[in-house]
């Protein structure tokens, strides 16, 4: 059902010799994305930031998104824990706070969106897609900006920083467990990719339970390193 619409973002499953072709050209994206750049691009970590939401929203991987629920899976990665802590590193510094409650809305945002019914609704309307991307993305980057502050307790950071893994992690085993494919948007368009639905979703759910852990270890090694600078300087 859901995949016979039109009003697909990314559009249509692409088939995989024409997946090179399928460049998102939306011009508010293109837009945003340039300002962006012009803002905060002169920085390593938001140069970095534009490059990585440029591959989410306009390379093929949008496209790839649309037929292979792995491939959204690695979309909603970059979105949250790449993008956003980038984002949030070349951002002002503000006042520090928060971060527990912007860890709560982004676990809600991360696991209401992956409910089989926000998701396939999400995947076929244009207006609920780019609510689930604003509300995966924003309490993501409000997130990193308070546990990447200069001025947030290094324990409490790292606290934060795990527990954010760790509830990603579970929906990637709750994912890889599953007995059945969830999705009914994904319920055909994988095998012309060679992979039974199933075996998308249980791919999906290792990429959310391994790989994804390499950004947060990232960023929680940088939070460590603060901490053991701010300790070792002289009072």
Known sequence: MFEALNDIYCGPAPAPGALW??????????CGLAVLAFV???SRPGAAAVVTLAIVFVSPLCALSSALFSARTVHHV????????????????????????FFALSTVALWGWHAPAAYDLALSNVAAYWLMQATLFLPALFFWRAVLSEDAPTPGALLLVTAAYIQMALLGAVLTFAPAP??????TAPMAWGLLPLADQQLAGLLMWVPAGLPYAIF????????WVQLRAPA
């Open 78 to 101: 970059l979105l949250v824990a790449v993008a956003a802590p980038l984002l949030a590193q070349a951002l002002p510094q503000w006042r520090r706070g928060g971060g527990t409650a």
């Open 40 to 42: 905060i691009g002169r």
């Open 182 to 187: 969830l999705y009914e948007i994904h319920q």
């Open 220 to 227: 929680a090694a940088l939070v460590a390193r603060r901490g």
């Open 21 to 30: 072709t399928r460049w998102n050209l939306d011009p508010v994206v293109l």
